[in-house]
T-cell receptor, first 111, second 113 residues
C-alpha cells in the first residue's frame, strides 16, 4: 500500500530564506507526482506536476524534484515571501488518476 | 486549466439533515473526483464520478451516505446524508485538466452541529 509522508509537518522561516519541503513515498511505481498549495479554509492550487519519467520541474521561484529510486520528492522555494505562507501538499497518482496525499507541511514566512 | 465552481462555499447544518454540494466545470471532463478533508488532516478520495454510470466509491465510503449525481460532462453533485458532527470537513471536487494536472474547486467547508 502506497504511503506518502511529508517532513517537516510545520515550518516557520524569516522572509527571504530559501527552503526545502520533503515528500517521501513507499512504492516507486508511481504515475506522476503533484505539489499543491492550500490556503486556510480553501481549495487546492496546483503548483507543479512531475511525470514519472522526469526528474524536476520549475515554475518561478519553485523547483520540484523527483527521485523514484529513493522514493523522494522535494519542493524548493527560493527567496521565500510572506505570501508563500500556506500548507503545501504532495500527492502521487497511482492507478487510474487516484491521488494519494501526504499530510502536508504548514509553512509560515514571517516578515 | 480547468475552472471549477463549487458551492456552497460553506454551510452550518443540523444533525440529521442532508446537504448537496454542486460542482460546475467550464469544460467537458470524463471523470470528476470528490474528496474529503477532515480537520487537521489531508485529503481522502470519496468517489470517482463518470458521466452515465454509477460513481465508484473508495473503501469506507458508501452510496447511501454520499450519493453522487453526474448528469452531464460539466456538472456533478455530492450529497452528505443524515449528517453528524463527524461529517464536519472540507469537501472538494476535482477534475483532470491538460497534461494530467488535477484541478480542484475552492471547497465546501461544512460544520455539523
Amino acid at each position: 500500500k502506497q504511503e506518502v509522508t511529508q517532513i517537516p509537518a510545520a515550518l516557520s522561516v524569516p522572509e527571504g530564506e530559501n527552503l526545502v519541503l520533503n515528500c517521501s513515498f513507499t512504492d516507486s511505481a508511481i504515475y506522476n507526482l503533484q505539489w499543491f498549495r492550500q490556503d486556510p479554509g480553501k481549495g487546492l492550487t496546483s503548483l507543479l506536476l512531475i511525470q514519472s519519467s522526469q526528474r524536476e520541474q520549475t515554475s518561478g521561484r519553485l523547483n520540484a524534484s523527483l527521485d523514484k529510486s529513493s522514493g523522494r520528492s522535494t519542493l524548493y522555494i527560493a527567496a521565500s515571501q510572506p505570501g508563500d505562507s500556506a500548507t503545501y501538499l504532495c500527492a502521487l497518482i497511482s492507478g487510474y488518476n487516484k491521488l494519494i496525499f501526504g499530510a502536508g507541511t504548514r509553512l509560515a514566512v514571517h516578515p | 486549466s480547468a475552472v471549477i465552481s463549487q458551492k456552497p462555499s460553506r454551510d452550518i447544518c443540523q444533525r440529521g439533515t442532508s446537504l448537496t454540494i454542486q460542482c460546475q466545470v467550464d469544460s467537458q471532463v470524463t471523470m470528476m473526483f470528490w474528496y474529503r478533508q477532515q480537520p487537521g488532516q489531508s485529503l481522502t478520495l470519496i468517489a470517482t464520478a463518470n458521466q452515465g454510470s454509477e460513481a465508484t466509491y473508495e473503501s469506507g465510503f458508501v452510496i447511501d451516505k454520499f450519493p453522487i449525481s453526474r448528469p452531464n460532462l460539466t456538472f456533478s453533485t455530492l450529497t452528505v446524508s443524515n449528517m453528524s458532527p463527524e461529517d464536519s470537513s472540507i469537501y472538494l471536487c476535482s477534475v483532470e485538466g491538460n497534461r494530467e494536472k488535477l484541478f480542484f474547486g475552492s471547497g465546501t467547508q461544512l460544520s455539523v452541529l
